[in-house]
């Protein structure tokens, strides 16, 4: 009869104990989930300041390769900075300025180019700075009038950056950016 007892009372601990591993690991529904989706952006801020012999001299034309694909072309007349945004990524940006030089441009006059360029690049995870990167070149020279033509002939000027799937900043090869010079543009 003791070992009845012994015995039931050990079996009724054990229906206990079970029956509160059953019920925590059933949780709480009323605890919180961490379901927020991560959401990434980016961010270029490009800028040229060009001197004033350089409008003297050609005519500037900017074409802009957005985050999002598209393409554009904007002539310059002064110094300008763009800021341009993505919202996913992979995503690359960047812009490369031309230049065609005017006509009846004094042949002994001389010319000071100074071309001074800066890319900022970011990526944003939920809204917090993931990933910077920063570069600048600094450029002068002087050219004489009868030289402008051929200075400025294939001397673009392009600046890029790119976000790889990772979020990381990376830098992107300009000679084989698509600026929309390589067929219409979206």
């Known amino acids: ?9 050990l079996i009724s601990a054990m229906l206990i104990a079970i029956s509160g591993i059953v019920f925590n690991a059933c949780g709480n529904n009323d605890e919180p989930h961490d379901s927020t989706e991560t959401k990434w952006s980016t961010y270029y801020e490009v800028s040229f300041d060009l001197s004033d012999d350089v409008f003297k001299a050609a005519e500037v034309t900017a074409h802009i390769a957005d985050p999002e694909g598209t393409m554009r072309a904007e002539k310059v007349s002064a110094s300008k900075t763009w800021t341009l945004k993505g919202y996913e990524i992979p995503d690359k940006a960047g812009i490369l300025l031309t230049f065609v030089p005017k006509k009846n441009i004094p042949e002994t006059e001389i010319y000071t180019f ?29 050219v004489k009038g009868d ?23 990376i830098s992107v090869d300009t000679d084989h950016f698509d600026f929309g010079l390589n067929g219409p543009q979206k």
């Open 1 to 9: 009869m003791i070992e009845k007892k012994l015995f039931s009372k």
């Open 114 to 142: 100074k071309i001074n360029s800066t890319i900022k690049a970011a990526s944003y995870k939920n809204n917090e700075l993931f990933d910077f990167k920063y570069y600048s070149i600094e450029s002068e020279i002087s």
């Open 147 to 169: 030289k402008v033509t051929q200075y400025f002939t294939d001397n673009d000027i392009a600046l890029a950056y790119g976000v790889n799937a990772n979020g990381t900043v």
